[in-house]
């Protein structure tokens, strides 16, 4: 085990928005084995971190991180599909990439989303009109309780708009090891999307990803230069009396219907119109192209850019009465709270 453990290990570049934080104990696990053999004798208080693409350590973290970097790619065939069997630690966007490369096309809307494969069913990763839950076959998780792996289906993932079963009630009570992703071989390009209808009708895969990908950069800041989590905040989805009255006073406001009936608002939308693009809080910024997106500009600490992600709450919540929720994990010394839970 010692090989995998360390004490205090810093964190800053496991998480992507670069903060200066520490664990008091990690374990970096890429064999089933390992993790049965933590699993024997958990910690009492972990959080289990994929890429660090949606974790924001406000300080150095007093419990264990569990890191599972499992690898591999296998692909099978049937007459309809490509079926995928991904390890968790794999990255998602060379996944996407590996995909194009060996003409099995259908995650090109999912191009540039940070992080790794085994937190995109946690989310339900989605981009430009697909999410994670339209191309899972299945989930593989590792149950903390039995030492074994489960096999989830994609009906018993309870997937919904950046929500799943892993966020609640197995939350914490495993690890996921492995997705299973099927990719129809007769290829449709979803293109009802802003940006992506102007490609005509009949685009190419390579298209369709390369049009994603320039969208995707001119609207977000890579985290290598500029530290950032991608969108900070979820959209917001109001009922149909509330989006009602709202359009009445807005009628520019974009919207999107659900299937439930109520409507799904552009959070991205309603912080620019609060003018709240640049605004910043210590070295903590609202980035100025993108209004969806908090950056660590200049060295912030985790409590710059949970001020600035309350400013950015409250403002919007004064103007429009409605709720914005955060899509980023904050992590404290003990663990991970809300943010209306931290001091």
């Known amino acids: 085990m010692k090989s995998m453990h360390h004490q205090n290990y810093p964190l800053d570049n496991r998480n992507s928005f670069a903060l200066a934080a520490t664990a008091k104990d990690i374990y970096l696990l890429n064999s089933l084995q390992q993790l049965q053999q933590l699993a024997t004798s958990l910690p009492e208080h972990f959080y289990i971190l994929g890429g660090g693409s949606n974790t924001l350590f406000i300080e150095d973290y007093q419990g264990t991180v569990i890191c599972p970097e499992f690898k591999g790619i296998a692909v099978t065939e049937t007459d309809a599909d490509y079926k995928l069997h991904v390890a968790s630690g794999e990255n998602w966007h060379q996944l996407v990439q590996h995909c194009l490369a060996n003409n099995m096309p259908g995650l090109e809307n999912l191009a540039l989303i940070p992080g790794n494969c085994g937190a995109a069913p946690i989310q339900n990763i989605g981009a430009y009109g697909v999410e994670f839950a339209d191309i899972c076959d299945y989930v593989d998780w590792f149950e903390f309780s039995s030492h074994k792996v489960r096999r989830l289906s994609k009906a018993e993932c309870l997937f919904a708009y950046r929500d799943s079963i892993f966020k609640n009630s197995l939350k914490n009570k495993g690890v996921i090891c492995a997705v299973g992703i099927s990719l129809k071989k007769q290829w449709l390009p979803v293109l009802k ?45 109001v009922d149909k009396a509330s989006y009602q009255a709202l359009v009445k006073q807005y009628p520019m406001m974009p919207a999107y219907p659900q299937v439930n009936g109520k409507m799904k608002l552009a959070a991205g939308w309603l912080i620019d119109q609060c003018q709240l693009k640049g605004a910043s809080v210590g070295g903590a910024a609202v980035h100025k192209l993108q209004a969806l997106v908090l950056i660590n500009e200049n060295n912030a600490s985790g409590q710059d850019i949970i001020a600035l992600a309350r400013l950015v709450k409250q403002t919007v919540k004064n103007k429009f009465q409605v709720n914005i929720e955060p899509e980023v994990r904050f992590i404290t010394h003990c663990g991970e709270q809300q943010i209306e839970d931290i001091g």
């Open 193 to 237: 999307y802003q940006g992506l209808n102007t490609l005509g009708e009949k685009p190419t895969p390579k298209q369709v990803f390369d049009k994603v990908i320039a969208i995707r950069q001119s609207k977000l800041p890579d985290p290598d230069i500029l530290p950032n989590a991608g969108s900070f905040f979820k959209n917001p989805i």
